[in-house]
Nanobody, 115 residues
Framework: QVQLVESGGGLVQAGGSLKLSCAASGRSFSHYDLGWYRQAPGKQREFVAAIGGTTYYTDSVKGRFTISRDNDKHTVFLQMNSLKPEASPIYYC???????????WGQGTPVPVPS
């Protein structure tokens, strides 16, 4: 497993942009599938984006969010543009090992977007 630490969250106005980072420690980072989830207060955690051999996005963020990775720096990013008002969702990064076993989660970073 890898250890993940998110950063870059914070208050942003509706329509604004923010870039999240998730730094990983551990071995074989380049072999991991990586992703971002978010969880709003009182709601279930939901998938946002993933990157492995290709990239995947939930429909609500397509065209606005971009996931990318830097294997040399062991970091995955989430560029978020045209942010919509949301009540303090917390964004989590996830790393899935190609060898199986439980996925690794970061501690989360909040991205409140006031209306």
């Amino acid at each position: 497993q890898v250890q993940l630490v998110e950063s870059g969250g914070g208050l942003v106005q509706a329509g604004g942009s923010l870039k999240l980072s998730c730094a990983a420690s551990g071995r074989s980072f380049s072999h991991y599938d990586l992703g971002w989830y978010r969880q709003a207060p009182g709601k279930q955690r939901e998938f946002v984006a993933a990157i492995g051999g290709t990239t995947y996005y939930t429909d609500s963020v397509k065209g606005r969010f971009t996931i990318s990775r830097d294997n040399d720096k062991h970091t995955v990013f989430l560029q978020m543009n045209s942010l919509k008002p949301e009540a303090s969702p917390i964004y989590y990064c996830i790393a899935d090992s190609p060898l199986g076993g439980p996925a690794s989660w970061g501690q989360g970073t909040p991205v409140p977007v006031p209306s």
